[in-house]
């Protein structure tokens, strides 16, 4: 399994223009999530989905929005970039283990996104 | 609301030392906490986790304990080596599906 994966690696972005973060999971995951990384800090969740069809805000869901079509894409769109975007973007997946609830939580390797 | 946070943003320990990374929560409720690595430029990778009926489980070289009387949780890393140097997090469950991290404290291993 390749577990998740994250396109791109890096992206400069100027304000105001947009994109779509790529996440992909093979591990046939129910729980998908995105968060953002600021420089020294700890991660926040920004949406995160329970399954296909399914998507829900987290703590800082301003700016963003997510889709979930498919058990293995969960693609995080920012529609006009700000300066305070600039984050490392880490996308993560998880699992109903033996009935109970999701617990472990595996992470992407991370895009670096810088608005300028 | 409800946050997980840490003593110390910064540790460093000798080569073959034994490491300890605090973590204190607030959420008594909370009943699932993890421990999390993060290398420079990587994702978090899991490392240890630990359920709120357990004070102690015990790894590869990691150990958790669980204080639930004052909400406190810490890692202990054996016989730290070079390739232990990163960022570590500890997270709390919030309801059924998410986690809250705390903000990392970073480990350095001195030669």
């Known amino acids: 399994n390749a577990g998740v994966t994250q396109t791109p690696k890096f992206r400069i972005l100027k304000i105001g223009q947009s994109m779509t973060l790529q996440c992909t999971q093979d591990?046939?995951?129910?729980?998908m999530y995105w968060y953002r990384q600021d420089p020294g800090m700890g991660l926040k969740l920004i949406y995160y989905?329970?399954?296909?069809?399914?998507?829900d805000k987290g703590e800082v869901p301003n700016g963003y929005n997510v889709s979930r079509s498919t058990t293995e894409d969960f693609p995080l769109r920012l529609e006009l970039a700000a300066p305070s975007q600039t984050s490392v973007y880490f996308c993560?997946?998880?699992?109903?283990?033996?009935?109970?609830?999701?617990?472990?939580?595996?992470f992407g390797p991370g895009t670096r996104l810088l608005v300028l | 609301g409800e946050s997980v946070g840490l003593h110390l943003p910064t540790l460093s320990v000798q080569e073959g030392d034994n490491s300890i990374i605090n973590c204190a929560y607030s959420?008594?409720?909370?009943?699932?906490f993890i421990w999390y690595k993060q290398e420079s430029g990587k994702g978090p990778q899991f490392i240890i986790d630990?359920?709120?009926?357990?004070d102690k489980r015990q790894g590869q070289r990691v150990t958790v304990l669980l204080n639930k009387t004052v909400k406190h949780l810490s890692l202990q890393i054996a016989a730290t080596q070079p390739g232990d140097s990163a960022v570590y997090f500890c997270?709390?469950?919030?309801?059924?599906?998410?986690?809250?991290f705390g903000q990392g404290t970073r480990l350095t291993i001195n030669p």
């Open positions: 993560a997946s998880s699992y109903l283990r033996g009935g109970l609830m999701v617990e472990t939580q595996y």
């Open positions: 591990m046939n995951h129910n729980y």
């Open positions: 989905s329970v399954g296909a069809g399914i998507t």
């Open positions: 959420n008594s409720a909370s009943d699932y």
């Open positions: 630990i359920r709120s009926n357990m």
């Open positions: 997270a709390e469950k919030e309801g059924a599906q998410k986690l809250v």
